[in-house]
C-alpha cells in the first residue's frame, strides 16, 4: 500500500519563486503542493485551514516575516505535527537561529539542487531535522559570542545525565545512528534518550534540540570544535 503523498504548502512572496517549487515538487511522486500564500500573514491562514505536513517558508517577506508566521503556527497545538522549513537566500544568515529559535524544523538555500530539495522535505516530513553537522557547528559558533539565555531557557536539571549526553550530541547534528555509535549503545535506545529529552523540554524536533543546547551553556563553540571531527 503506497504511503499518503507528503502535503506541502508553499509561502514566498516572489510568484515565480512558488511557481518554480510548485513545477518540481508536482512533478515528484510522494510530494503533493496543496496551496501556496505570498505573504505571510496569508500563509498562515492557509496553514491552519489546510494543516499540511511541511511549509516551505521565505524568511524575508514585505509586511511580516517569514520567522514570525513561523512562531505563529509552531504556537498553535492544533498544528504540532506541521514542520516549517525556512528559505534562505545565503548559506548562513542572521535568520537562521532565530528561525529555529521560532520553531523551524531547518532551511534550505532557496538555490538548492533540486535533489537536495526533495530529500528535505522528506526528511523534515518524518520528523528529522534538517541541520547538516557543519551547520550546527557554525551556528554555535556564530552564536556563543552572545551570552546564554539561561532565564528563558529549561533547566538542565530535568534531563538525566544519560539525556544530557544525547542532547549535546544531538544538538551537533549526529543521527540517532551515531549517537549509538559514539555512546556504544543501540540506535534504538538512542532514539529513545532523544525522544524523552525533546518531551522532557517541549521540543518540537531534533532542530529545537540545537536552540535548547546554545540557550543552557550544553554545547559551546568549544566542545563543538572539539567533537566536530566525529560529527
Given at each position: ?145 552572545r551570552p ?25 547534528g549526529l ?25 522532557k523540554l ?30
Amino acid at each position: 500500500m503506497a504511503r499518503p503523498a507528503i502535503r506541502v504548502v508553499l509561502v514566498d512572496d516572489q510568484a515565480l519563486m512558488r511557481a518554480g517549487f510548485r513545477a518540481l515538487l508536482d512533478a515528484e511522486e510522494g510530494i503533493e503542493v496543496v496551496g501556496e500564500a505570498g505573504d505571510a500573514a496569508a500563509g498562515v491562514a492557509l496553514v491552519r485551514d489546510l494543516a499540511p505536513d511541511v511549509v516551505l517558508m521565505d524568511v524575508q517577506m514585505p509586511g511580516e516575516s517569514g520567522i514570525e508566521a513561523t512562531r505563529r503556527i509552531a504556537a498553535d497545538p492544533v498544528l504540532n505535527d506541521v514542520r516549517v522549513v525556512m528559505l534562505t537566500n545565503y548559506a548562513f544568515d542572521a535568520y537562521v537561529f532565530e528561525a529555529l529559535r521560532a520553531g523551524a524544523s531547518g532551511f534550505l538555500l532557496k538555490d538548492s539542487e533540486p535533489v537536495d530539495l526533495l530529500a528535505g522535505i522528506v526528511v523534515v516530513a518524518r520528523g528529522d531535522a534538517l541541520l547538516s553537522p557543519s551547520v550546527t557547528r557554525r551556528l554555535i559558533g556564530e552564536f556563543v559570542a552572545r551570552p546564554p539565555d539561561r532565564a528563558t531557557a529549561p533547566g538542565l536539571e530535568c534531563l538525566t545525565p544519560r539525556e544530557r549526553e544525547v542532547t549535546a550530541l544531538a544538538a551537533r547534528g549526529l543521527t540517532n545512528e551515531e549517537i549509538a555509535a559514539h555512546m556504544v549503545i543501540s540506535p534504538f535506545t538512542a532514539k529513545t534518550h532523544v525522544s524523552r529529552a525533546m518531551t522532557k523540554l517541549g521540543a518540537r524536533d531534533r532542530a529545537q534540540l540545537v536552540v535548547f543546547a546554545y540557550e543552557s551553556g550544553l554545547v559551546t563553540a568549544r566542545s563543538q570544535e572539539a567533537g566536530g571531527a566525529g560529527a
